[in-house]
């Protein structure tokens, strides 16, 4: 039924927020201006808008009162549009009938002074547009019950295992050769010294034996269409030149490689061969081989060694790289972590001394499968003293300025495995503060000062090797301040770990685009809400788990890991995704052919019949970014809920208290 | 019964209006048949104290083209309007201000100084300036007020319908008439004489894609007849502008100008049409896209060549009485 | 020449997309950071909705100075949208001098979802700015001298 002028009958709500709005804004003064703007049928403030009271309070001034358009002053509509509109639904107003005017986030808590002033135009604005707002149609799509998984550290393997546990299709895919991630460089694991292998490897067999896990190691994604529900992604596969289906893992060819590399996974300090498996454990027990370092790929034919002595006949350079597309309705993004490379904080010593090490490269070293057989031993030395330096590129505002969270409990452990391996060792730490706030951190904090740990509260000014007295002679000093004792300090080790900070990968932008993700401004992927939608993103149907949103430790990504797999499972049982209402559409009284849209569109939403002489939108495909309204020159191109008539009506109002009242705009 | 009374009246403008009207040639004849003109300066002797004496609503249909550019045009735009049944304007520049209203870009001082002062055959030593008022042993001599600011028709009177066009087609005035002389007209405040659709419409060239790399001024291809102009870089007004005028410019390989205004339901039509050329520069690169616009050397001119007045802002903000430095007349200069 | 009285401020009207400049202004209220109140937010879900014509809008209802703000080129939540905005304001750049607008009433700008800081700075910075050049009161423009 066609509304004429008079029918419009807004009601326009004020809350107060507690003092967060009221605070600072004269709620009475707004609320009865408000009242006094054309079309508007009540006006009324409360504490807490968005409360039961607060809503019932709209539902029934629209059941009683015949309102037909519903304003909000509050918080910002990326808080609470979905609970009013579910309000105004309950209603039975259509949920496109609200408009939200935010006089909280960009109003009340950032001025202190002409904040009513500037809610009253704001108010104004948001009135002048909810006039000219319309019923929206909300329409459904299926949803395809499938899952892509990016990244096989600890947070993807638990998401794929969970996913899976559920029947549903998983898509693991993996960059490196193996799944596994950081965690499997992990010698013990904090506060339960558990070796990380022995808790890892069995995950990761159960990934690589499940039905509904595809398992795609060394391989990336490289394209992403569709929406939530409906998502096309294709994932290259590089080329491993070993026949999966064909190999047994059985080793021959790595013994027999000729040619060796620097071990990635052992952080340089070991070396692996052309053909290779990361690690011994490696999901699949499928070696790639590294076309740089290998010379039958590099000098064309020289070489053959594991083709002669493959038995199998698994080894094909013929590989080539593959191109895949899968179809999901959820992705879920964990690509992790990466340590800071500590060189660029050249005083502290990295890659000038040889036993300056990283806490990885240490973890390395520890490990009974590392370079050197889980001897802590630099050059065949096994260090007497060794200091631990906190916070490398954390907590600094030169670098990072985000503590990276798992540093003080590994230091803690580290400390623990060299007083096991190596007798009589002394442990310094080098620390600003304790950070041991978990279940059971505080008690192995507890051990680790009982374990004769010293713990010297300053930040090292630098690690030299300049000897001022004899019992610094060969050795590393630690020069520090100790704050609590208000001294300076020089402390002599034979060994330096240091503890650099948890950064995004070097990556992460591009991720973020692939993905159609924020980043925080650490660098680290956003979160739709930090506090009450931590995994969730502003991309629908994609979500973001571990340490790829933000440094933390084992059982905190392995929760995410969960949380993630949770919100696929949600959108996967529902069944059907709700597409976006606010799109476009051509009017096609007004479409004369130009065809200037057509090109415009990222989504290939609009196409022109050349027998109608008329453009047409997708309106499955479009996403409603309002590029071809703005550009269509006929105005026949009309942006559902952001119309010409209701932004021009609304920058009209916003300004109506800065010009003269005799002036026509 | 008497004849129905009908006025036409030209104020700022260049007189193709009333060629318009002559343009129905034979048919002008059957015009006077059904009409009484009760005023045609351009081409009939009555004069404004004939139309002061008449009563109220009495003349029928007023068709005033031009735009209002001084006091003398403002009263009869005033008079007309008191006078008239149905008040047309007629023509682009009572529409939407047209050519006159570029004058927009300046005053009336940077004007009269151009004309009175320093155009090469002028020879005013004394500094000779229109009066408003001169007294002769006769008696008073007087001149309009010459404002600062064109305005369109509607912007001084309301006004019944609009024939947009510079000047409006021969077929669409015929239309028009007969439109009137049959009671056939639409609801006050429409457009006649035109189509709700743009100038593409009415074009026959063939559209692919429309991917920008560089804009030309007509003279510097030589375009493609059967292609569209804007396709070629050629900066085609056609698809920001009202259609019905048969798209004659298009037929002779120029671009469409923007004379018919603009289409249904476009607020401002040079800001749609700047709109649309820049979203087609085929580029992502910031350097490239100020290259390729830098192109066009008068983006005002291009945008608001016959609506200025009609726009958003109006006129240009002018400091003190001094042109503003353009980019158009040094470019002008470099070639 | 508009002589402003000397409790005059200014009033910017500012076009935010969605995904990036708003939640970035959402941001700094959250962040509780205090700035100049002079300028009043229009969302918009991507810049490349923005028709130059809201900004001449803007400019004719009264405003003193328009920003545009959305997501760093390459960020678009929509993938391309920034582009286009980039196309159209270098475009209106061109017209609004033309128009006598002084260029620095109209600032296009890149704010990320946490560039909270970045974007209470722009509107200070923005704020002090257009306050130093006056009023712009476009209505005074067609008042006959």
Not at chain 1, 136 to 158: D, F, K, S, Y
Not at chain 2, 293 to 307: E, H, M, N
Request: net charge neutral.
């Amino acid at each position: 039924m066609a509304e004429s002028k008079n029918d419009v009958r807004i009601g326009v709500y004020v809350c107060h927020c507690g003092s967060n709005i009221a605070g600072t804004v004269d709620v009475d003064d707004l609320t009865s201006f408000a009242q006094q703007q054309g079309s508007v049928a009540v006006a009324r403030n409360y504490k807490f808008m968005c409360s039961e009271p607060g809503q019932a309070l709209i539902k029934k001034d629209i059941e009683e009162l015949g309102l037909n358009r519903v304003v909000v002053a509050s918080c910002s509509p990326r808080m609470h549009e979905p609970t009013f509109r579910r309000v105004c639904e309950d209603a039975n107003l259509n949920p496109y009938q609200l408009d939200m005017c935010n006089i909280r986030e960009q109003c009340s808590w950032v001025h202190k002074s002409g904040a009513t002033g500037k809610a009253k135009a704001l108010v104004s604005a948001a009135i002048s547009r909810a006039y000219y707002l319309q019923p929206l149609e909300r329409r459904e799509v299926l949803v395809t019950p499938a899952v892509l998984v990016v990244g096989g550290g600890i947070a993807g393997i638990q998401a794929a295992l969970k996913v899976a546990e559920a029947g549903h299709k998983v898509y693991l895919v993996e960059r490196e050769p193996s799944i596994g991630g950081h965690m499997i460089q992990l010698d013990k694991t904090f506060p339960t010294l558990d070796c990380s292998a022995c808790i890892l490897t069995p995950k990761m067999a159960a990934v690589k034996a499940h039905p509904d896990i595809e398992l795609m190691t060394y391989s990336e994604v490289v394209d992403v269409q569709g929406y939530v529900g409906n998502f096309r992604v294709t994932i290259r596969r590089k080329p491993r030149y070993v026949d999966e289906s064909l190999c047994t893992g059985c080793g021959i060819c790595q013994e027999k490689c000729p040619w060796k590399a620097d071990s990635e996974f052992d952080c340089g300090l070991g070396q692996r061969k052309a053909i290779y498996t990361p690690f011994p454990q490696a999901v699949p027990n499928v070696p790639v081989i590294d076309p740089e370092h290998c010379v039958y790929i590099q000098k064309e034919g020289k070489c053959g060694a594991c083709l002669k002595f493959c038995e199998r006949g698994a080894i094909d350079f013929t590989q080539k790289e593959k191109m895949v597309d899968v179809e999901v309705g959820a992705i879920i993004v964990a690509t992790g972590y990466d340590l800071m490379d500590p060189s660029a904080i050249s005083r502290l010593g990295y890659k000038r001394f040889p036993n300056v090490i990283t806490s990885m490269e240490f973890e390395r070293l520890c490990n009974a499968t590392g370079p050197t057989g889980g001897h802590i031993t630099i050059d065949g030395k096994e260090p007497k003293s060794v200091a631990i330096i906190h916070c490398v590129g954390s907590r600094d505002e030169k670098y990072h300025t985000y503590c990276s969270r798992v540093c003080c409990m590994y230091a803690l452990k580290f400390a623990h495995l060299i007083g096991e391996k190596i007798e009589g060792a002394q442990v310094y730490q080098f620390y600003i503060d304790m950070r041991c706030y978990g279940k059971g951190f505080e008690e192995f904090y507890q051990r680790a000062s009982s374990e004769a740990v010293n713990f010297v509260r300053g930040r090292p000014a630098q690690v030299t090797d300049f000897a001022m007295t004899p019992e610094e002679k060969g050795k590393l000093v630690v020069v520090c301040e100790n704050t609590l004792v208000g001294r300076p300090v020089r402390v002599p080790v034979d060994m330096v770990i240091l503890c650099p900070a948890m950064e995004p990968r070097a990556d992460a932008k591009e991720v973020a685009r692939r993905f159609n993700l924020s980043q925080s401004a650490d660098g680290f992927l956003l979160e739709k809400h930090a506090k009450l939608d931590p995994v969730a993103t502003a991309n629908d149907g994609v979500f973001i788990v571990g340490c790829v949103q933000g440094p933390k430790d084992i059982p905190d990504t392995v929760a995410q890991g969960l949380a993630g797999a949770a919100e696929a499972l949600a959108l996967i049982e529902k069944g059907r995704v709700e597409l976006e209402a606010a799109t476009a559409f051509v009017n096609e009284a007004a479409c004369s052919g130009c065809k200037i849209c057509v090109s415009l569109c990222p989504y290939s939403a609009i196409t022109f019949s050349e027998t109608e002489k008329l453009s047409h939108i997708n309106e499955a495909l479009c996403k409603g970014c309002g590029v071809c309204v703005a550009a269509c020159p006929a105005g026949a191109i009309v942006g559902r809920h952001f119309t010409d008539q209701q932004i021009l009506a609304e920058v009209a109002a916003l300004l109506v208290d800065t010009r003269p009242a005799t002036v026509a705009v | 019964m008497s004849k129905p009374k009908l006025a036409l009246y030209w104020a700022a403008s260049c007189g193709g209006c009333e060629i318009a009207v002559v343009r129905l040639y034979a048919k002008i004849l059957d015009v006077a048949e059904i009409f009484d003109i009760v005023l045609w300066p351009c081409i009939m002797d009555f004069k404004y104290k004939d139309v002061e004496a008449l009563p109220d609503k009495s003349i029928d249909l007023c068709l005033f083209n031009g735009a209002i550019r001084n006091s003398e045009q403002e009263y009869m735009a005033h008079l007309l309007r008191a006078k008239s049944k149905a008040l047309v304007a007629f023509g682009t520049c009572a529409y939407t201000g047209g050519i006159p209203g570029l004058a927009n870009v300046a005053n009336r001082e940077i004007i009269f100084r151009r004309v009175y002062d320093e155009t090469p055959s002028t020879s005013n030593a004394e500094g000779v300036r229109p009066q408003l008022s001169y007294q002769v042993p006769e008696g008073e001599l007087t001149l309009p007020k010459f404002y600062d600011t064109v305005r369109t028709l509607a912007q001084v009177v309301p006004v019944e319908y609009f024939i947009p066009g510079c000047p409006p087609v021969k077929e669409q005035v015929e239309a028009v008439i007969q439109a009137v002389v049959e009671g056939k007209l639409p609801a006050p405040g429409s457009v006649v004489g035109a189509s709700d659709k743009t100038v593409c419409d009415n074009c026959t060239r063939i559209r692919e894609e429309k991917r920008i790399r560089s804009f030309y001024r007509p003279w510097e291809i030589i375009p493609d007849s059967s292609r569209c102009l804007l396709e070629q870089g050629i900066i085609c007004a056609g698809p920001a502008t009202r259609g019905g005028c048969g798209a004659p410019c298009l037929s002779v390989n120029m671009p469409c100008r923007g004379c018919y205004g603009p289409p249904p339901n476009v607020t401002d039509q040079g800001g749609k049409l700047l709109s649309a050329l820049a979203s087609i520069i085929d580029s992502q690169d910031p350097a490239e896209i100020e290259r390729v616009v830098d192109a066009i050397p008068d983006v005002l001119g291009t945008c608001y060549l016959f609506g200025l007045p009609a726009s958003l802002l109006g006129r240009v903000r002018l400091e003190g009485n001094a042109l503003p430095a353009r980019e158009a007349v040094e470019t002008a200069k470099a070639l | 020449m508009v002589v402003p009285s000397n409790n005059w401020e200014p009033t910017i009207v500012g076009f935010l997309c969605n995904w990036c400049a708003y939640q970035g202004a959402d941001l700094a209220g959250t962040s509780r950071m205090t700035y100049a109140p002079n300028v009043r937010i229009v969302r918009v879900m991507c810049t490349g909705r923005i028709d130059p014509t809201f900004v001449l809008k803007a400019f004719q209802s009264g405003a003193d100075g328009v920003i545009v703000a959305g997501c760093h080129p390459g960020d678009c939540h929509y993938s391309e949208g920034n582009y286009k905005t980039i196309r159209r304001v270098t475009l209106l750049r061109k017209l609004l001098s033309q128009m006598g607008i002084d260029p620095e009433r109209f600032r296009l700008e890149w704010v990320s979802a946490g560039e909270g800081a970045k974007w209470a700075q722009i509107a200070d910075e923005m704020s002090a700015a257009i306050k130093a050049k006056g009023p712009l009161a476009w209505w005074e423009t067609l008042k006959e001298a």
